[in-house]
């Protein structure tokens, strides 16, 4: 039952990242909505954001697959 879970692969993570993250892709990827939205209307925080997101994307990407492994255990 648990190989139902979709995952996310963190390694495309990356890579959406650094070629379409100041577009906010790799957020909406994610789920994120809000932060993706940040992101597009910002251009990807003037660039910051962006560059900020490719050393914390495949964290992020870790954690919500967990949590959507830990909502199908509970």
Do not use: P
């Not at 963190?10 to 890579?15: E, F, V």
């Not at 050393?55 to 199908?72: A, D, G, H, S």
């Amino acid at each position: 039952m648990i190989s139902t879970v979709r995952c996310k692969d963190a390694t495309t993570s990356l890579i959406v990242s650094i070629l379409a993250g100041s577009l906010g892709v790799d957020r909406f990827m994610l789920g994120d909505t809000g932060l993706g939205i940040g992101k597009l209307l910002t251009c990807g925080g003037f660039g910051i954001w962006a560059i900020v997101d490719w050393f914390q994307i495949q964290k992020v990407t870790r954690e919500k697959n967990l949590q959507k492994i830990q909502q199908f255990l509970y």
